[in-house]
């Protein structure tokens, strides 16, 4: 089993940066991709980044230009957030990938105040 914990989440305004963290614990050898999730109200748990072992990355389109996702050690991984809006306002979750099977965070509250 692997366990993951997420930190950083909060309040902040429009505009504003924020920084999510994620280390991986437990079984923690083989894990390949590692990355970040979300899911606003009402919708349904959507990509955010993902970063392989060899530092791939992956965007959703409408973080491209402002999100980093950066893969600290191979079982930590961040997200910085920059230029954020009301839209960005979710539960993100961490994600790691071992043998194909995905593990989660319990979540992390992201809210943006217009």
């Known amino acids: 089993q692997v366990q993951l914990v997420e930190s950083g989440g909060g309040l902040v305004q429009a505009g504003d940066s924020l920084r999510l963290s994620c280390a991986a614990s437990?079984?923690?050898?083989?894990?390949?991709?590692m990355g970040w999730y979300r899911q606003a109200p009402g919708k349904q748990r959507e990509l955010v980044a993902t970063?392989?072992?060899?530092?791939?990355r992956n965007y959703a389109e409408p973080v491209k230009d402002r999100f980093t996702i950066s893969r600290d050690t191979q079982i930590t991984v961040s997200l910085q957030m920059n230029s954020l809006t009301p839209e960005d306002t979710a539960v993100y979750y961490c994600?790691?990938?071992?043998?194909?099977?995905?593990?989660w965070g319990q979540g992390t509250q992201v809210t943006v105040s217009s």
């Open positions: 970063i392989t072992s060899d530092g791939s």
């Open positions: 437990g079984r923690i050898f083989s894990i390949s991709t």
């Open positions: 994600n790691a990938v071992k043998w194909g099977q995905n593990y």
